[in-house]
């Protein structure tokens, strides 16, 4: 059986990236393609394996500037020779899973999310772009919107990420989807937990304005409690400028030095709404408590006042109020911690997909 992997751009190390490893660790003659690569990366994560790129990657600026080429990957991906593959699984967050192939083939799209500026953040990225990218936008946008429904019918078998995401796949495409929760590297982080706790809150992520870095900010100025900010984003300047020095950024961090910092930390801060969430799982793993909104994938992994505490509105006023109340709590069970964060490890999710897609094979193939 020839099996190919399609994933939207591999140029960053992140949750989706993390997922397609572990797909192709199943799978491991399986052939990748994808619209732009970064050869250190791909050399890093990816040894020995087989990656072709779409036409995208030959377009000026292609690595730093492939998502203007948006509205050119259906083309791109529609130009992609399968005919000889047998198993095709998708990745799936940018455009990736419009690509054609055999009749006798399965496609399987594992979906992290239906894509956000596509669909229900489309308001927010096209207020903040500029007038003359607004112009373009709207239009291009416009088609890629209509091809990535059509493109969803072209899918045997969805799978999403969590409940959450399930949802929007059956609001947008009007499809089903299996529920397999992204893989986590619990024992990675488990292995860092015997670290003494520490007075510092954390937040870590990207930082960009649907994961509300913002909120915690101003939240945090006002409690006059000492945070620690790790990550990277366009936001990063101005939050500087409005943080008083009790809130450190550290910028990006290494695996290790993130590991250490969820295990010294007093609980992980998280106020925006995921489409999953690792940052919570791998928390718990290192025995450390989420306080989170109540929205989004997050409610699929802390359960409140037992593994975190959920606050029910996304504002400044909620989030003061959540961690003043987490601060009355009994202390958590790092065991009880652990445990829950184990239900994500990578070898339930390796053992979940493969089951799952060696069944719909048994199957046929087919959806319909």
């Not at 953040?121 to 007038?131: D, F, V």
């Not at 990675?188 to 954390?202: G, I, K, Q, V």
């Not at 250490?260 to 718990?284: K, M, N, S, T, W």
């Not at 037992?306 to 987490?326: D, N, R, W, Y």
């Amino acid at each position: 059986m020839r099996v190919a992997l399609i994933h939207y751009w591999l140029v960053t190390w992140r949750g989706g990236e993390r997922v397609l490893r572990a797909i192709a660790d199943l799978y491991p003659d399986a052939d990748l393609y994808t619209h732009v690569a970064d050869p250190a990366l791909v050399a890093r994560e990816f040894p020995g394996r087989t990656v072709r790129t779409t036409f995208i990657a030959r377009l000026p600026f292609a690595r730093r500037g492939y998502q203007r080429y948006l509205p050119l990957m259906p083309l791109a991906l529609e130009q992609l020779d399968l005919r000889d593959y047998d198993l095709v699984i998708s990745s799936e967050s940018g455009p990736a899973k419009g690509v054609i192939v055999a009749p006798h083939a399965t496609h399987v799209c594992y979906c992290h999310s239906p894509m956000r500026y596509l669909w229900d953040h489309y308001p927010e990225y096209y207020g903040a772009a500029g007038p003359i990218t607004r112009l373009a936008m709207a239009p291009a946008f416009h088609r890629v919107r209509m091809w990535d429904q059509l493109s969803a019918q072209r899918v045997d078998h969805f799978v999403a990420n969590s409940e959450f995401v399930a949802s929007r796949i059956r609001k947008y495409y009007r499809r089903e989807a299996e529920v397999i929760p992204p893989p986590v590297a619990v024992d990675r982080f488990a292995a860092h937990a015997s670290a003494p706790t520490e007075a510092f809150y954390l937040w870590v992520g990207q930082l960009v304005p649907y994961k509300r870095p913002d909120l915690v900010i101003d939240a945090f100025n006002a409690l006059q409690r000492p945070l620690v900010v790790i990550g990277d984003g366009p936001m990063l300047a101005p939050l500087k400028r409005r943080a008083q020095p009790h809130i450190r950024f550290l910028g990006t961090q290494s695996e290790a030095a993130i590991a250490d910092h969820y295990a010294r930390c007093r609980a992980i801060v998280f106020p925006g709404v995921e489409d999953f969430g690792i940052v919570p799982v791998e928390a718990l793993a290192s025995g450390k408590p989420v306080i989170a909104f109540d929205r989004g994938g997050v409610r699929e992994t802390v359960r409140d006042r037992h593994t975190g505490l959920l606050f029910q509105e996304q504002s400044v006023p909620a989030l003061i109020e959540a961690v003043k109340t987490f601060e009355t709590l009994p202390p958590f069970d790092p065991a009880v911690l652990r445990a829950q964060a184990a239900r994500f490890s990578e070898a339930q999710f390796k053992q979940r997909f493969r089951a799952f897609v060696d069944g719909r094979l048994a199957d046929g193939g087919s959806s319909r």
